[in-house]
C-alpha cells in the first residue's frame, strides 16, 4: 500500500538558518503531494502542493520539488523565522481513490530559536 | 468566513462509555473526513461523506465507530464502548468536492478525546 515517511524530529534551528525536512513516499500510482503545518494550537493548514512530477509547490518562503524518480517531496526555507516553529507533515492522495482522502507522514516538529 | 468548527474540544470520559463529537464544515463543502491523531503520528483516515452518504468507511477501525452527515452539512462521530486506546485527537476535513484529489481539505482544530 501507499505511505509516507519523513525526518523524525525536533528539528531545532536558529533565526535565518535553512530548513529542511526531507519526506520519501510509496505509491503504486503517481500521487498528489501535500505539506501541512500545524502551528501551537492551531488546526492543520495546508502549506503547499504538487500535483504532478517536476511541480514546484511554494508558499510563505517555502518550496517543495515532486521528484517522481527519488519518490521525494523534501520541504525548503532559505531563511526560518521564529513564526515557522510548528509541526510540519507531508502528505500524499492517491488518484485512484476516488474520494481524495490523505495519507500522512508522522509529522516532524520544528523549533526556530531567536 | 467561517471555519471548520468541532465541538467539544475536549472530552474526558471514562472506558466503556458512548461519545460524540461534532463537526460542522465549511458552508457549501459537500466533501467530509474525518481523522484521528494519535499521539507523536500523523492523522489517518477514518471515513468519508460526500454528502449525506459515507462513501468510505474503510479507515474506521471496528463496528464501535460510526458517523452520520444527515442533512449532508453537520456529521456526528459516534463512539461506543470506548477504550482506553480510542484516546486520540479527532479531527474533522471538509472541502468543495472530494475529488479531484489535489482539492485542498480544510481542517478543524479537534476533538481531544481522553478514555479513562
Known amino acids: 500500500g501507499n505511505s509516507v515517511t519523513q525526518m523524525e524530529g525536533p528539528v531545532t534551528l536558529s533565526e535565518e538558518a535553512f530548513l529542511t525536512i526531507n519526506c520519501t513516499y510509496t505509491?503504486?500510482?503517481?500521487?498528489?503531494l501535500f505539506w501541512y503545518v500545524q502551528y501551537p494550537g492551531e488546526g492543520l493548514q495546508l502549506l503547499l502542493k504538487?500535483?504532478?512530477?517536476?511541480d514546484k509547490g511554494s508558499n510563505k518562503g517555502f518550496e517543495a520539488t515532486y521528484r517522481k524518480e527519488t519518490t521525494s517531496f523534501h520541504l525548503e526555507k532559505g531563511s526560518v523565522q521564529v513564526s515557522d516553529s510548528a509541526v510540519y507533515f507531508c502528505a500524499l492522495s492517491d488518484p485512484a481513490d476516488s474520494w481524495g482522502k490523505l495519507q500522512f507522514g508522522a509529522g516532524t516538529q520544528v523549533v526556530v530559536t531567536p | 468566513g467561517a471555519g471548520v468548527s468541532q465541538t467539544p474540544s475536549n472530552k474526558v470520559t471514562e472506558k466503556g462509555k458512548y461519545v460524540e463529537l461534532r463537526c460542522d464544515p465549511i458552508?457549501?463543502?459537500?466533501?467530509l473526513y474525518w481523522y484521528r491523531q494519535s499521539l507523536g503520528q500523523g492523522p489517518e483516515f477514518l471515513i468519508y461523506f460526500q454528502g449525506t452518504g459515507a462513501a468510505d468507511d474503510s479507515g474506521l477501525p471496528n463496528d464501535r465507530f460510526f458517523a452520520v452527515r444527515p442533512e449532508g452539512s453537520v456529521s456526528t462521530l459516534k463512539i461506543q464502548r470506548t477504550e482506553r486506546g480510542d484516546s486520540a485527537v479527532y479531527l474533522c476535513a471538509s472541502s468543495p468536492r472530494g475529488t479531484p484529489s489535489y482539492n485542498e481539505q480544510f481542517f478543524g482544530p479537534g476533538t481531544r478525546l481522553t478514555v479513562l
Open positions: 458552508s457549501g463543502h459537500t466533501a
Open positions: 505509491a503504486t500510482g503517481y500521487p498528489s
Open positions: 504538487a500535483t504532478k512530477a517536476d
